[in-house]
């Protein structure tokens, strides 16, 4: 059973809409959370992270965590086709250190 | 600041071959962490170091992978006989206590 899970996608969104990415953890001990984002070809590129339930913004970026649920999701507002990439979610599992990453979900934002 | 580096960028090698693979973490950070990502396929955890703690090795697949570091800097991780499933990413993080990790630009490993 995979511990962070995510939809592989593709996601098409078109330019200037909403993108929702979801991810569900299956540890209820995972404290932190991590969405990066990945280019093909490139390494993995820290966007957000989130600690506490609720939403946090960063620009266009809103993480939202609910530990209830075991759920994490990561919106994009006003999406540019800059945005088009494979975006990887990540928890931290238990142990102090270690990530587990989910296998990501392919945004294409389309003109 | 500059970030992660590792080196080299790309590694072509012949089964049954050692290699070895660096990472240079952001200055001042304590904990290092490589991962493996073979195409088209998600992050594998291999091994963390946290300043002088003992190292948690619990994702090396087998007992032909093995990583050193020194002090709060530099790590080695190496592959002795290399096989063709070894082919992937290897990629490298650091991040400050335990928190965001930074990756570097990873290494390319193809075995033939």
Known sequence: QKEVEQNSGPLSVPEGAIASLNCTYSDRVSQSFFWYRQYSGKSPELIMSIYSNGDKEDGRFTAQLNKASQYVSLLIRDSQPSDSATYLCAANTGTASKLTFGTGTRLQVTL | ?112
């Not at chain 2, 950070?29 to 003992?54: D, K």
Request: hydrophobic share 30%.
């Open chain 2, 1 to 112: 600041g500059a970030g992660v580096s590792q080196s080299p960028s790309n590694k072509v090698t012949e089964k049954g071959k050692d290699v070895e693979l660096r990472c240079d973490p952001i200055s001042g950070h304590t904990a290092l962490y490589w991962y493996r990502q073979r195409l088209g396929q998600g992050l594998e955890f291999l091994i963390y170091f946290q300043g002088n703690s003992a190292p948690d090795k619990s994702g090396l697949p087998s007992d032909r992978f093995s990583a050193e570091r020194t002090g709060e800097s530099v790590s080695t991780l190496t592959i002795q006989r290399t096989q063709q499933e070894d082919s992937a990413v290897y990629l490298c993080a650091s991040s400050l206590m335990n928190y965001e990790q930074y990756f570097g630009p990873g290494t390319r490993l193809t075995v033939t």
